[in-house]
């Protein structure tokens, strides 16, 4: 097993293919799978082409990155494309894709059973899916995939990302760039594989009961019926509860709403996954924006009825937990040498870190050493809390393949 990964600044949007060709053209890597992310202004179709033909019997998996991408070496531009090339021939791989149209469940379903059988795998329980995804019904998502495997593997992934979340956001695959599908991939690798998956916040002592959510926008693919509209907590509109909270810094939305982003990416909202060693466990909740009518729109779902807290980070915090969760995953390699490592830190973190972001890559660089490491940035990120995969915000996550 080896891999290798390639990172390039394209110089611009017309220079893509040229530059890709270049820059694949060298390495002696036979990959049989290939992630690839990329700035918002890349052209996936063309990528798709472009490692299609370098690569032709690798699987291909990707998308869209928030300001682009980088590695264990630093930060790159926003039109920067990082591929983490696999060649595992012992191993075996599948990827699909597919419209998440009106059933996201049924979608990621079908895309996970298209996987295994391009792996030729079908029936057999994958080391790990891997997932990426336009945002928006993440919960649905997950539930579909639960459906072929449940929590008996781990499933890894985000939800494809631009810069400023303005819809540019892009899945790609062998069938190529879509703006609204799931692409997902089934690992069965020859050699250890390690995960982690976690936050990087903690509790501010502020927490509250949601006692109303939007009736017009809930979902119930399983369990309670949730949604990503909080009208109330503790009796009272969400977002002055949600102000008070936060020491007035929205105040200036309350009458009329607005976007909430910047705002509240150090102070999200989590709700209880349960304990570990005594330790309370907990699931981001990105507040997205307060509306005219005082309820709180958010990037992941909450269901009626349950406990809600309010969190603090930073940006230290944020860079070293990435550290943290690459050494979590190393540690599963079985005592191996990690050989390529493949980490999700979400897009609203990165911009809240803003400069401290080049010390993202010293972080991981200190848990992984030289391992080829492409990092992604995401718009919500999945992965397994206490052992039942979730979709969580403002999260971190880790791949590293052992050798």
Not at 121 to 141: D, M, R
Not at 190 to 210: A, D
Not at 247 to 257: P, T
Request: hydrophobic share 40%; proline share 4%.
């Amino acid at each position: 097993m080896r891999a290798a990964s390639i990172i390039i600044d394209v110089t611009s949007p017309d220079a893509l293919c040229a530059e890709l060709e270049c820059a694949v053209r060298n390495t002696d890597i036979a990959a049989d799978l290939v992630f690839a992310f990329y700035g918002q202004d890349l052209d996936g179709d063309a990528i798709r082409r472009v490692v299609g033909t370098r690569f032709p019997a690798a699987k291909l998996i990707g998308g869209s990155s928030s300001h682009g991408v980088m590695d264990q070496h630093g930060p790159r531009s926003a039109r920067s494309l990082g591929l983490l090339l696999i060649e595992d021939p012992e191993g075996d791989y599948g990827a699909a894709s597919r419209p998440l149209g009106d059933d996201p469940a049924a979608a990621a379903e079908e895309a996970l059973r298209a996987a295994l059988e391009d792996a030729e795998c079908a029936g057999e329980l994958p080391e790990l899916v891997w997932t990426y995804q336009a945002l928006g019904h993440e919960e649905q998502i997950i539930a579909g995939l639960k459906r072929v495997v449940g929590d008996r593997c781990p499933i890894v992934g985000g939800s494809s990302a631009d810069d400023n979340v303005e819809g540019k956001w892009t899945q790609i695959s062998r069938d190529g760039a879509t703006r609204d599908a799931i692409v997902v991939c089934a690992l069965f690798p020859s050699r250890p594989l390690g995960y982690g998956f976690q936050g990087g916040y903690e509790p501010n002592g502020h927490t509250g009961l949601v006692t109303r959510i939007d009736g017009g926008h809930v979902t119930k693919v399983e369990g309670p019926p949730r949604s990503r509209t909080i009208l109330e907590i503790d009796n009272r509109p969400a977002a002055a509860v949600y102000d008070s909270w936060l020491g007035g810094q929205i105040a200036d939305k309350l009458e009329r709403g607005g976007t909430i982003l910047a705002e509240t990416t150090m102070a999200p909202l989590s709700v209880r996954a349960g304990a570990e060693n005594g330790l309370d466990q907990f699931l981001l909740v990105h507040p997205e924006a307060v509306r005219a009518d005082g309820a709180l729109t958010t990037f992941a779902e909450v269901e009626e009825g349950s406990t809600i807290y309010c969190m603090r980070g930073d940006a230290d915090h944020l860079i070293c937990r990435a550290g943290r969760v690459s050494r979590q995953a190393l540690k599963q390699t079985e005592g191996t040498d990690a050989i390529a490592a493949l980490v999700v830190f979400c897009g609203g973190c990165r911009m809240a870190v803003r400069d401290h972001i080049g010390d993202l890559s010293s972080t991981l660089k200190k848990a992984l050493d030289d391992t080829p490491t492409l990092v992604c940035f995401t718009f919500g990120e999945q992965g397994p809390v206490l052992g039942v995969n979730k979709h969580g915000n403002l999260m971190i996550s880790a791949v590293v393949f052992g050798s």
